[in-house]
């Protein structure tokens, strides 16, 4: 595997402890990142809360920037990751019982649908993401000072129908950025109760889509954990800020031996330099 196989994420200590105990990345919505103009739109009020990130970099050369902003210089970690390293979901009728509209299963041959959210989650936690049963999740953020790409249009109507493009939001970043050499996985997530009858079911959507419109819908969660797969959790590469401290790389040696042991432990390359 090539090092464009490969991603970057920087963190602190503590958060490297979350992820190896429970196998899992955080995906964080929109309005809660740095950039604050990344969650605006030309139309819509409060729709970033609805995209879900995990923020990334395919820069394999370490970056002080970097360190300094997201995990800082004596007491953080860079996570290096291959591309895509979710696990995917069996969802067979058996992981569905108990769910009454799992008809979406088809078993008359023995089939099952694979996901990257488990579908008993979204039809039990009452939230849906197109996301799931797509694996479509990683974009490399394009730079820009197009306004129009900035701030997007989200709602298109006419006099029967309106359209809300979420999609559009969370890939497009100000020029100011350009240093990050950002990818990032993109989930939209909006509460709506899958498991319930089809009349049920509109009229939930109608009200769903009035509230995003008047900017008063709440998000269902304000964090999504996503488990990794087995065999990219085991070849996870974890490197040591360049100012690390004695206690920290103690520290972060027994959460690999604990947690992860196949995992590759290595100092910086600006050890010694800064």
Partial sequence: MNNNDYLYHYTSVEILALILKNRSIRFNSLDKMD???EQETSDLRNIGQFIYISSWTDDETE????WNMYASLDRGVRIRLKKNPFKLYENTAE???????????DTSQGKSLKSMIPLYDIFSKGFFTNQAINPELLFQVEYTSDKDKLYPKMLTSDDNHFAIRLGDLGKHKNLHWEFQKEW??????????LNQSPEAMFKEFIVLANNIRSGTAKQPFPYYDMFLDDEAFADMQITLSPRIGAGSRVIVQDLI??????ADLKDSCLLGLI
Wanted: glycine fraction near 2%; proline fraction near 9%; charged fraction near 20%.
């Fill in 257 to 262: 031996e604990k947690y992860n042991p196949s």
């Fill in 35 to 37: 950039d604050l103009q």
């Fill in 184 to 193: 990032r996985y993109v989930m939209e997530i909006i509460p709506f109760n």
């Fill in 63 to 66: 970056s002080i920037p970097m």
């Fill in 95 to 105: 992981s569905l019982s108990g769910i009454s509209r799992s008809s979406i299963i």
